[in-house]
């Protein structure tokens, strides 16, 4: 049975995590794919081809990705390169406060370029990736022309 983790599953957004997959068959070629939706439905996602090691186990923080949305040991390519399906939108978060981005992370045998809705991933899991804090209050601020907002930690 194939496992995917992410440790800590809950966490801020500019706080790493490790990723990690087991279960796999030694020197076995996957597709390591994340994606969220937006607070517009928007879908952004990446994808990351590597081989397991010897235990059949990938770590993106120790074994490089063989292609895809980037290439190279980046222990959160998976967040980092998140793009939209579609062309010219940006991934911002406006309810910062209020809910996390839910990241859905899935492994797949071999190589995926495209996502077939018949294909069933080997293994998922999901990632909260918070914006503030707990106990953080957010305070609007409207002064003149002045718009902004103060973050108070608890």
Known sequence: MVEVTV???SSLADQPVQIRVRGLSPSQLVTLRAW???EQGECFQSRAFFRADGAGEVDPGLHAARGGSYSGVW???LFWFLQPDTFFR???KRDVAGSPFRVRL???DGLCLGMDPQEQPLGSCEAERWYVGPGVQRV???EG???GALFLPP
Do not use: A, C, S
């Open 145 to 147: 022309r002045v718009r």
């Open 36 to 38: 969220l939706k937006d």
């Open 75 to 77: 222990p959160m390519g």
């Open 106 to 108: 899935e492994v797949f």
């Open 7 to 9: 440790t800590p599953q």
């Open 90 to 92: 940006r991934l911002v």
């Open 140 to 142: 609007p601020i409207r």
